[in-house]
Structure formats: C-alpha cells, structure tokens
C-alpha cells in the first residue's frame, strides 16, 4: 500500500517536471517573439547601433534561440536567473525583494478566506435546500460570474473615494500599527476573497453533501444524532480530502487574481514587478516571474492531487 502511494505521488512529482519543462519552452518561445528589441529598449531612441549590437551581444541576443535557451534553463535550474536589463541588479536579487510582500498577501487572503469559505459551505450544506441555501448559492455563484478588476473598482469608489475609510493605493512597506495593516491589506484582501470564497464555498458544500447522502450518516440520523453531529463527527471527517482538495485548487486562484489586484492597487509584490517588466521589455525578469507563478500554481495543484489519492482508496488502487 505504502509503496503504491510513494509512486503515485512520484509520478506526479514526474508530470510536474514535465510540465514545468514544457511552460519554460512556451514562456521562453513567447517573449523571444514579442515585437521590439530588448537592447533598443533598455538603452532608448538615442542610442547608436553600435550600442545597441555591443548591449545585444552582451545580453546573448545575438545568439540563435536554442543556445539562448538552454543557457537561460541552465541557469534556471542553478537558480542564476539572470540580470534585469531595466533594473541593472540581478533577478533574483528583485524577486527577493518583492517575493515576501506577495507571500503576506496570499497568507492573509488565504487565513481570511479558508474558514470562511468552510464555514458557509458546511451551514449551506446542513440547510440544503432551505432558504439560507438558496441565497448563500446565489451570492456564491454571482460573486463567482464577477471579475476581479470590477470587484476592485467598486470597493476603491465606495470605500477610498465615497466614504474615505481606506486608501486606494496599497503601500505594504508601510505597515507598522495594527490600523496601518488593516489600510494596506483590507482591499487588496477583500478583493481575492470575494472570488476565492465563493469558490470554496460551493466545492465544500457539494464535497459535505457527498457524505450526507452516505448510508452511514443516514444510520447515524435513525438513531437520533443531531444535525451538528452528524456534520461534525460523521461527515467532516470523510470530507476532509475532498475539502482539501478544494481550498488548494481555490488558492490557486490567487496566483491570477494577485496580478490584477497589486496592479490595480500599487501593490509591490512580485506580480506588480512582472507588469513593469513586460512594460520595459525586461525579458530576463518577464521569464523568471511567470515560471514562478506556473511553479508556485503546480506545487498547489500537487497538493489537491495529493489529497484526493489519500481521501480516496479506489485512486491509490488504481
């Protein structure tokens, strides 16, 4: 048993690989065929060609793309990412800068939306059908349908430029009292929540009906448990996987929502750094941010994987 689950999850490990080769292919093909010329663009409109061909081939532009990439995947790998042609300092050296700020702000988006997200999926799930359901279904599946940059734009009109409670603009750096943390995250927070929830929520209620419709809750309801036990000692247990398994696919989302959001709201995180390079045409810093988000949505898509082969036996048979 132990030996079929080591593989399984070393497969996945495999696949991940795999398809982290894959995206470094894409991601590398597509920006060495963006329109422009990343030499031309560091050094302005001023420049002479001789600049410009002595910057080229400084940076390897000069190269053919197959030597370019395989340098570029080499250094991947030993974690030299390069040098930021607009920045004039080491990729990593600003990744590092960024990386903590976008870490606080999924930690808190996601210690803020985990339990609220069970918590409405498991009471829509006890009142199934009832009209508490009906409407926590409908605002679930609305907030769903609605795109983020909206979910943005409406809360910076009502609470930065109609009531004057929050900041439009996120300045995490600044953050020193308990109010100053409220100012920078609450937005930014709210906005990755709205979706983030809904999402969570419907896939906990679906996973906690799953096992409300099993025969052993049913057993324990003729012998007269109560609604709340049944839930908490019955059914939350064996929905653990499948719960799991949904909050690290809703978290994923955060890596796509997070862009928008530290862009709307000045965020400095690293999805707001990689905006500015694709802006100034920074290649190096372009490439190195984007396979860090694929890595960061296939280490949480691992875990769901993870999860599901636990929580199900007839997966770890097959």
Same mark, same amino acid.
């Given at each position: 048993?132990?030996?079929?689950?080591?593989?399984?999850?070393?497969?996945?490990?495999?696949?991940?690989?795999? +398809? =982290?080769?894959?995206?470094?292919?894409?991601?590398? /093909?597509?920006?060495?065929?963006?329109?422009?010329?990343?030499?031309?663009?560091?050094?302005?409109?001023?420049?002479?060609?001789?600049?410009?061909?002595?910057?080229?081939?400084?940076?390897?532009?000069?190269?053919? #793309?197959?030597?370019?990439?395989?340098?570029?995947?080499?250094?991947?790998?030993?974690?030299?990412? #390069?040098?930021?042609?607009?920045?004039?300092?080491?990729?990593?050296?600003?990744?590092?800068?960024?990386?903590?700020? +976008? =870490?606080?702000?999924?930690?808190?988006?996601?210690?803020?939306? &985990?339990?609220?997200?069970?918590?409405?999926?498991?009471?829509?799930?006890?009142?199934?059908?009832?009209?508490?359901?009906?409407?926590?279904?409908?605002?679930?599946?609305?907030? &769903?349908?609605?795109?983020?940059?909206?979910?943005?734009?409406?809360? &910076?009109?009502?609470?930065?430029?109609?009531?004057?409670?929050?900041?439009?603009?996120?300045?995490?750096?600044? %953050?020193?009292?308990?109010?100053?943390?409220?100012?920078?995250?609450?937005?930014?927070?709210?906005?990755?929540?709205?979706?983030?929830? /809904?999402?969570?929520?419907?896939?906990?209620?679906?996973?906690?009906?799953?096992?409300?419709?099993?025969?052993?809750?049913?057993?324990?309801?003729?012998?007269?448990?109560?609604?709340?036990?049944? %839930?908490?000692?019955?059914?939350?247990? @064996?929905?653990?996987?499948?719960?799991? @398994?949904?909050?690290?696919?809703?978290?994923?989302?955060?890596?796509? #929502?997070?862009?928008? &959001?530290?862009?709307?709201? @000045?965020?400095?995180?690293?999805?707001?750094?990689?905006?500015?390079?694709?802006?100034?045409?920074?290649?190096?810093?372009?490439?190195?941010?984007?396979?860090?988000?694929?890595?960061?949505?296939?280490?949480?898509?691992?875990?769901?994987?993870?999860?599901?082969?636990?929580?199900?036996?007839?997966?770890?048979?097959?």
């Amino acid at each position: 048993m132990h030996n079929t689950l080591y593989w399984l999850i070393a497969r996945r490990l495999g696949l991940v690989a795999l +398809t =982290l080769l894959i995206v470094s292919m894409v991601v590398f /093909a597509i920006t060495a065929i963006l329109p422009g010329d990343a030499a031309q663009q560091a050094l302005g409109q001023f420049a002479t060609p001789e600049q410009v061909a002595a910057l080229r081939t400084q940076l390897g532009l000069d190269q053919p #793309g197959i030597v370019r990439y395989l340098h570029w995947l080499g250094g991947l790998v030993t974690g030299h990412l #390069g040098d930021s042609v607009s920045n004039a300092m080491p990729v990593s050296e600003l990744m590092a800068g960024r990386l903590p700020s +976008t =870490l606080m702000l999924a930690a808190v988006t996601a210690l803020v939306s &985990v339990p609220v997200a069970l918590t409405l999926g498991i009471v829509s799930a006890m009142r199934r059908g009832g009209r508490l359901d009906s409407v926590l279904s409908f605002c679930t599946l609305t907030l &769903v349908a609605v795109p983020e940059f909206l979910v943005a734009t409406l809360a &910076v009109l009502i609470f930065a430029v109609k009531l004057r409670w929050l900041s439009a603009l996120s300045f995490a750096t600044e %953050v020193h009292t308990p109010l100053a943390f409220l100012r920078a995250y609450a937005l930014p927070v709210v906005t990755l929540c709205c979706v983030i929830v /809904a999402q969570m929520a419907r896939m906990t209620r679906a996973a906690v009906i799953d096992q409300l419709d099993s025969p052993y809750v049913e057993m324990a309801r003729l012998k007269g448990a109560s609604p709340v036990r049944i %839930v908490l000692r019955h059914a939350l247990p @064996n929905a653990i996987g499948p719960i799991v @398994n949904a909050v690290a696919l809703s978290l994923s989302y955060l890596l796509g #929502g997070v862009v928008i &959001v530290e862009t709307i709201f @000045n965020y400095p995180g690293i999805a707001s750094l990689m905006v500015d390079a694709v802006t100034n045409r920074d290649m190096a810093l372009v490439q190195a941010c984007t396979m860090l988000f694929c890595a960061a949505y296939l280490a949480l898509v691992l875990v769901a994987d993870v999860a599901a082969i636990l929580s199900n036996p007839r997966l770890r048979q097959q």
